[in-house]
């Protein structure tokens, strides 16, 4: 998929090839699963998928040891990881599972993802980041575009935050010590 930088504040990367937002042709729907530590955000994410042709939800896991063991079970497609389990804890996942050698990407999501986080995520193994607050229609487009092989991350992970903006140390006022 090609990307290109949208002009005007803060540079950020938009997909030139918006084919991700339509169902999947395939024979027969991709199979994602989840490793959330809350029932009713699981659940929430069952009842998206519910409403998709060419994606179907299968199971959850309550943690990253029940996570290993749905993987190694059930493959599925996608398995969606809350990153509450901890940035350690889940990089470390990630790296283990790249050695079961199987068919499943990896998508993390969390409330509170930061630029450091993501790239960190995606070296360690995973294919998606997304925060948990992107709208349903941003969801399934991350899902599709990894189940179909791409790596995806939600752009607004990457928009510069003030303090690491160089130019604006150009204008802050000294303070005398």
């Known amino acids: 998929m090609a990307f290109a930088a949208r002009p005007g504040r803060g540079e950020s990367v938009v997909p030139l090839d918006r084919s991700f937002l339509v169902p999947l042709q395939q024979a027969g729907p991709k199979t994602i699963a989840a490793c959330e530590s809350q029932p009713v955000t699981a659940e929430g994410l069952r009842s998206l998928i519910k409403a998709c042709s060419d994606l179907a939800f299968s199971k959850t896991a309550r943690s990253l040891e029940g996570a290993?063991?749905?993987v190694r079970q059930s493959e599925p497609a996608?398995?969606?990881i809350d990153k509450t389990f901890g940035v350690q804890a889940v990089s470390d996942w990630l790296?283990?599972?790249q050695k079961?050698?199987?068919p499943t990407a990896f998508v993390v999501w969390g409330t509170g993802l930061n630029e450091s986080e993501a790239l960190r995520?995606?070296?360690a193994g995973a294919r998606?980041?997304?925060r948990k607050t992107a709208d349903p229609v941003t969801l399934l487009a991350?899902?599709?575009s990894v189940v179909s092989g791409a790596t995806w991350m939600e752009d607004s992970l990457f928009r510069q935050s003030p303090r690491l903006n160089p130019a604006d140390d150009l204008h802050r006022t000294l303070t005398q010590r």
């Open 78 to 80: 996608i398995l969606v």
């Open 68 to 70: 290993s063991e749905l």
């Open 100 to 102: 079961w050698r199987k």
């Open 95 to 97: 790296t283990h599972a």
């Open 142 to 144: 991350c899902l599709r």
């Open 128 to 130: 998606g980041v997304i």
């Open 121 to 123: 995520f995606v070296q």
